[in-house]
């Protein structure tokens, strides 16, 4: 893999882990006008990597109460009290992986061939939108995190795990459906990146011995690490426009650009020999 593309695909990562747009989805994009022949899985982890460390940096506060709930048992709250402790936040992104995580192990072999079928990146590009654009259906997002409860994050984890597929956002996703849960915005988008955590290390897990094959036969380490960074940096930098645009109300937007490029894209895939 040539630095320019990778460094190409790494700035793409960043920009568009956390802006509702999938990234995955634009990655597969590029890998195609890249001719790629086998999607590099190992790298694409890797940048995901690098966007996780910047969830990581940017809620450090917040991820280090909840370790310290998680070593004090006794400051646990059930999930569904009224409580806005870090140890409520910890056992609720607990509950939302397990959906995440069956339907991940589900449709893992279908996910993988996802990924080179434009015609299918372009459909799901569309779902995302639909997804996005029932915000507008949402109620009133007066919910804290004393309001949550064990449904709402099995609500959540299941989108979550719906978006697997490449071009359905992740964070589109989830955030969508803490909206119409009636969830506050900023909370929306915290628990969405919270929950991103666990997704990304579970993923990593599963595809461990891709990556270690990848890395032993692949272009070097040296490129591996510093694409990670730059999405990273990228990532880093992009959480906090997105949780501006979810205060304002015009998180729905971001559905707009998901039609046009699922349309575009659906329509290349017809004309294309």
Known sequence: M????????????????????????????????????????????????????????????????MLRAAGQPESWSHP???????????????????PTAVIGFV?????????????????????????MSATLLR????????????????????LQGISVFPAISR???????????GIRPELAGRFSFL?????????????SKKIVVELQSGDGLALYLVSGAVAGLVGYLSIRPLIRILQSARFHYFAYYCYALGAGLLAYTIVSP
Not at 7 to 32: D, K, R, Y
Not at 107 to 131: C, K
Request: glycine share 6%; net charge negative.
């Open 107 to 131: 449709l893992e072999s279908r996910v993988e061939s996802a990924f080179s079928d434009m015609r299918s990146v372009a459909i799901e590009f569309i779902l995302g939108g639909m997804i």
């Open 80 to 98: 569904n009290a009224p409580s806005d402790s870090a140890g409520k936040m910890l056992s609720l992104i607990i509950i939302a992986s397990v």
């Open 2 to 65: 040539e630095w320019i593309k990778a460094l190409c695909l790494a700035v793409v990562q960043g920009l568009t882990e956390f802006i509702p747009i999938s990234s995955s989805g634009h990655l597969a994009i590029l890998q195609n006008a890249f001719q790629f022949r086998e999607p590099p899985i190992a790298f694409d982890l890797v940048l995901h990597i690098g966007t996780l460390v910047a969830v990581v940096l940017f809620y450090r506060r917040e991820l280090s109460d």
């Open 139 to 158: 109620r009133r997002q007066s919910r804290s995190l004393s309001d949550m409860r064990v449904s709402d994050a099995l609500v959540i984890g299941t």
């Open 171 to 181: 964070s589109g996703s989830t955030i969508s459906a803490a909206l119409l849960l």
């Open 195 to 207: 929950l991103s955590i666990p997704a990304i290390l579970g993923a990593c897990l599963l595809e």
